[in-house]
């Protein structure tokens, strides 16, 4: 009546009692490495100040929008370029360097500030460093005294448009 015993190794809930903790363990060091790797740029060090500065940016968007300044761009993604059309509106003269900041929603490390330079009429050009990823950005072309932005998606908008967007 006695019956040999298998070795451990040779039942199967012993295979499976391991691998819960396994897969655990597994899991965890995937988490770190995604953690580690990857920068989620979500929560700004300076929330209090950023907060205290909405104000200005208000202003500077009023102030644009009572010029009547407007601008639309494009984007080449094989040459990494930005071309902007720039409506003065009531402004006595073309700036000869505009701020272009791009702001991904979610990944801060894709942010880019570029320096736009005057060409011929209303003709702007900078180049983006790198490839863009897809996905949602917030655009906003700017100076000392006004500025002007939208809220886009590069996969799906060829041509954009950039307007003041005044809070009342």
């Known amino acids: 009546m006695n019956t040999p015993s298998l070795p451990w190794y040779k039942y199967p809930f ?25 920068d989620d740029g979500l929560v700004a060090d300076d929330y209090y100040k950023q907060g205290l500065a909405i104000n200005k940016n208000l202003q500077r968007e009023r102030r644009a929008s009572e010029l009547g300044i407007s601008a639309g761009f494009e984007y080449d993604g094989e040459l990494s370029r930005v071309l902007l059309s720039f409506n003065k509106g009531q402004l006595e003269h073309y700036p000869e360097v505009l701020s272009f900041y791009l702001e991904h ?33 917030h655009v906003v072309l700017s100076t000392q005294a006004w500025r002007i932005g939208a809220r886009i998606n590069l996969a799906s908008q060829k041509e954009i448009q950039l307007l003041p967007e005044v809070y009342q």
């Open 14 to 38: 012993v295979w499976f009692a391991f691998s819960i903790p396994a897969a655990a363990v597994i899991s965890g060091i995937g988490m770190i490495w995604i953690a580690v790797a990857t």
């Open 105 to 137: 929603a979610t990944r801060a490390g894709s942010d880019q500030q570029i320096k736009l330079m005057h060409g011929l009429d209303n003709q702007y050009i900078g180049y983006v460093k790198g490839k863009m990823p897809a996905g949602v950005w």
